[in-house]
């Protein structure tokens, strides 16, 4: 599965809610041991959105950065080394001391404040797990072809699931924590409905009214409406032929959008089997449109579609870079599309009845069902 993390999360980035808090300084004292002189950076983000971008002077190993803050920030140490791992730190307004060793920026540990409950040791295991992959995270990173690169994230996957569930624990051991909220965001993609709505719950009523929060809180309501029992929402779009498409001439027939990308392998993997389920239930009244990622390169899209002999409707899913998240034609957005391959069956009526990823047969089972057989 492919998360659209460009997207989703430059939505965060664009759309972030105002905070009613006041800014107030903080100042951050640093040592980074075993490294006397050359720069590090600092990217943080407030609980009322405001994101920052610093660049820091080490001077016989130490350094001061001061500036301000709304409430609580979540804060990313970089070294000059661009392939080392960023430090992960929370900051509050006040004056507090980061501990590092210039060669283990990732295990920076901060004093002073009492936000960095459980930091240090979910990014100790976050650490030792990169370690244990270090060797095909480096073949990705210098691969040059990006079907090549693709093809090795894909083995990647249990390096992502346990960094995942490294994050899961943490959630579940510090519930009401800001960072909580901050990571959680990058997880809307992995999680069912149900359990992202239960973390969100558990992060009780004072962190939920951080802009981190809210906007969870706006990824949960999207999901609900492209979710089993909701009606699906109509759009209008331009088909590969150029003629228009709209989902409300489907009414009357069982109908399935494959939300896919010409980029996505596990989509053009699963293209074969979705051309047979399509044969055979397409006399019997099953339609497919093809919602494709591909606005940035419609070429890709159209060759795509071509390569792999697709027959069915093809749309657009209607991004727009300079509109986002407000964007009444985004077809992704109306259905909470976080990840590639996502699948949405609707009934005649309308109303969604399943949702689907590129794991299991599930949607064999209920074409099968629906049908019969």
């Known amino acids: ?28 004292h640093g040592k980074i041991a075993g490294q006397p002189d050359g720069k590090l950076y600092l990217s943080y983000e407030d609980i009322a959105g405001n994101r920052n971008f610093d660049s820091i002077a080490l001077k016989n190993g130490s350094f001061t950065l001061k500036g301000e803050i709304a409430g609580t920030a979540v804060a990313y140490v970089r070294s000059a080394n661009r392939d080392a ?66 093809a090795i994230r894909e083995r990647l996957a249990p390096f992502f699931e346990a960094n995942d569930q490294a994050d899961y624990h943490y959630f579940r051991k510090y519930p009401t924590s800001v960072l909580t909220a901050y990571l959680l965001r990058y997880h809307v993609a992995d999680l069912p409905l149900d359990t992202l709505q239960h973390y969100y719950d558990k992060l009780g009523a004072t962190t939920q009214q ?8 706006d990824e949960i309501n999207m999901l609900r409406h492209g979710s089993p029992g909701a009606i699906a929402t109509d759009f209008t779009a331009k088909d590969i032929q150029g003629k228009e498409l709209s989902l409300h001439d489907y009414k009357g027939k069982y109908v399935l959008l494959d939300f896919w990308a010409s980029w996505c392998v596990p989509c053009r993997k699963g293209n074969p089997h979705l051309k047979e389920l399509y044969s055979r239930y397409q006399s019997k009244g099953w339609e497919i449109i093809g919602v494709s990622d591909d606005d940035r390169n419609q070429n890709a899209w159209k060759a795509a579609v071509a390569k792999d002999d697709l ?9 727009d870079m300079s509109r986002l998240k407000d964007n009444p034609n985004d077809i992704s957005n109306k259905y909470g599309i976080h990840s590639l391959p996502t699948k949405i069956l609707i009934d005649p009526k309308g109303v969604i009845i399943g949702r689907y990823g590129s794991e299991g047969d599930e949607l064999d089972k209920k074409l099968k069902e629906i049908y019969g057989e």
Not at 95 to 116: E, R, Y
Not at 210 to 217: D, G, R, S, V
Not at 312 to 319: A, E, Q, S
């Open 85 to 150: 791992s960023p430090g992960l730190v929370v900051l509050t307004p006040g004056t507090q001391q980061l501990a590092a060793a210039g060669n283990k920026i990732s295990l920076a540990k901060v004093t002073g404040n009492n936000a960095n409950a459980g930091v240090g040791e979910l990014q100790q295991e976050k650490t030792l797990i990169q370690q244990q992959h270090q060797s095909r995270l480096d073949s990705m990173r210098n691969e040059k072809d990006h079907e090549a690169a693709a």
């Open 1 to 28: 599965m492919k998360k659209i993390t460009t997207t989703i999360i430059g939505c965060m980035a664009l759309t972030a809610f105002t905070y009613a808090q006041e800014k107030k300084p903080f100042v951050l």
């Open 210 to 217: 951080t802009a981190f929060a809210k906007l969870i809180a």
């Open 311 to 319: 027959p069915w409707k093809h749309v657009l899913r209607g991004l």
